[in-house]
């Protein structure tokens, strides 16, 4: 069924609030930036008609059989330590969420929104219209949220300086380094606090997603990977800037990320790594860089961005499309096994969901996901609040300096929590 609303904004908030009383939904939302590889402007899914939940182990293989049985919608998470998976290493620090490594569900209840078009798939999509319309939206109402840090500013700089020792030995030459931000006893309300994170914080892929009583609520800039037809697409981001109080200095500010030599070198090193993973699905000779250092501008910070394509290979599915590139190059490093390594070694806390990635996959065989960062996860049942930031550590990287854009990446999620650290 395909309908037109009065009013599309409060229908979205409705349909999501409608989605969250479910075991499993999903919200994904464009926040109408002009992106040329965008299915739609906004995906609700909602209840199970069938699951899959997995750890490390045969997660891919697993994925793989439940996606053969399932061809039409699928939507779910990857985990970051599926990492584990895929190369000999390992996952030892604490994990206070529980998230699983992987979950997808096929939705018995789709919503599909285009422009002004709405379209509802589902076995009785006038009752779930009548449905979503009774809704009673809740405010949001920051409550007394405790935040604490992993790291005191004074360890993270020394812990960046410890790493900045292996990049000047050349063991490694970029890595990304994360540091957790957390709240005990923390009450909120999942679905108000991520409608105000995407009205503070609006981005190409924000992401509301509930799995059982564990909620993601994320305001991703940066797609980990897409297929569109035969083709497949990676955006990597490595550069990022404050904006300006004016309209000149957000230009100036823009043109210094531009012609930053450190945060050039970032880029093109992750570049290279997303270059070099995605040969692995490539049809010879396609692998390509179609943009380099493009700045893009979001309500709290710049961005740079490049985005890499290749032709997909013959006889690669998919799945194994994903799991070949995975973990993305601008969480990990390079070169990405020993990043990965380190990293285990200095973070104080296990990443899971935090630079893994949401998305979907639909029925032409098409499939986009994001790389989840700016994101809070809840564990509502042990009342646990979390969110890491991070930022790429190399050679010329100052502690100080790093430790100030993790509060910049964090911006918008304490301004949403109310708190300031």
Same mark, same amino acid.
């Given at each position: 069924m395909t309908i037109q609303v009065t009013d599309l904004n409060l229908f979205k908030q409705k349909a999501l609030q409608w989605a969250a009383a479910f075991d499993a939904a999903c919200y994904l939302d464009s926040n109408s930036f002009d992106d040329p590889y965008s299915k739609f402007d906004t995906l609700i899914a909602a209840g199970v008609k069938d699951s899959i939940t997995t750890n490390t182990g045969s997660a891919f293989?697993?994925?793989?059989?439940?996606?053969?049985?399932?061809?039409?919608?699928?939507?779910?998470? $990857? &985990?970051?330590?599926? =990492?584990?998976?895929?190369?000999?290493?390992?996952? +030892?620090? %604490?994990?206070?969420?529980?998230?699983?490594?992987l979950y997808f569900f096929a939705p018995a209840h789709l919503i599909l929104i285009n422009g002004d078009n709405i379209e509802i798939i589902a076995d009785d999509p006038e009752?779930?219209?009548?449905?979503?319309?009774?809704?009673?939206?809740?405010?949001?109402?920051?409550?007394?949220?405790?935040?604490?840090?992993?790291?005191?500013?004074?360890?993270?700089?020394?812990?960046?300086?410890?790493?900045?020792?292996?990049?000047?030995?050349?063991?490694?030459?970029?890595?990304?380094?994360?540091?957790?931000?957390?709240?005990?006893k923390a009450g909120i309300d999942p679905v108000a606090t991520f409608l105000q994170l995407n009205r503070v914080s609006?981005?190409? $892929? &924000?992401?509301?997603? =509930?799995?059982?009583?564990?909620?993601?609520?994320? +305001?991703? %800039?940066?797609?980990?990977?897409?297929?569109?037809?035969?083709?497949?697409?990676?955006?990597?981001?490595?550069?990022t800037a404050r904006r300006g109080k004016t309209g000149q200095e957000d230009e100036l500010i823009k043109e210094q990320l531009h012609n930053s030599s450190k945060e050039l070198q970032e880029n093109v090193m992750i570049v290279d790594l997303v270059r070099n993973d995605l040969t692995h699905s490539a049809k010879p000779g396609s692998v390509k860089t179609e943009e380099l250092f493009g700045v893009y501008t979001f309500n709290q910070v710049h961005q740079m961005i490049s985005t890499v394509v290749c032709e997909l290979q013959d006889g690669i599915s998919a799945v194994e499309a994903i799991r070949n590139t995975f973990p993305m190059g601008s969480m990990? &490093?390079?070169p990405k096994i020993r990043s990965m390594q380190l990293m285990e070694q200095?973070?104080?806390?296990?990443?899971?969901?935090?630079?893994?990635?949401?998305?979907?996959?639909?029925?032409?065989?098409?499939?986009?996901?994001?790389?989840?960062?700016?994101?809070?996860?809840?564990?509502?049942?042990?009342?646990?609040?979390?969110?890491?930031?991070?930022?790429a550590i190399t050679y010329h990287a100052d502690a100080e300096k790093e430790y100030e854009e993790c509060l910049l990446k964090a911006k918008a999620i304490l301004e949403v929590l109310d708190q300031s650290l």
């Open positions: 293989r697993e994925l793989a059989k439940f996606r053969d049985k399932h061809p039409g919608w699928l939507t779910g998470f $990857f &985990g970051y330590d599926l =990492k584990n998976e895929i190369e000999q290493l390992s996952s +030892a620090n %604490p994990d206070h969420l529980h998230f699983p490594d009752y779930i219209l009548r449905d979503i319309e009774l809704q009673v939206l809740t405010t949001y109402e920051a409550n007394d949220i405790k935040l604490q840090s992993r790291f005191s500013k004074e360890d993270y700089i020394d812990t960046v300086n410890k790493i900045k020792n292996h990049i000047t030995r050349g063991n490694i030459y970029v890595t990304n380094f994360c540091q957790e931000f957390f709240a005990d609006p981005t190409p $892929f &924000g992401t509301f997603y =509930k799995w059982k009583d564990n909620y993601i609520l994320c +305001a991703s %800039p940066e797609r980990f990977l897409a297929k569109r037809d035969s083709k497949l697409v990676s955006q990597p981001i490595k550069g990990t &490093g390079a200095y973070e104080r806390s296990r990443r899971g969901v935090y630079s893994g990635a949401i998305g979907y996959f639909s029925p032409d065989g098409d499939f986009d996901f994001n790389v989840v960062i700016r994101t809070l996860l809840y564990n509502s049942t042990a009342q646990y609040l979390s969110f890491h930031t991070g930022g």
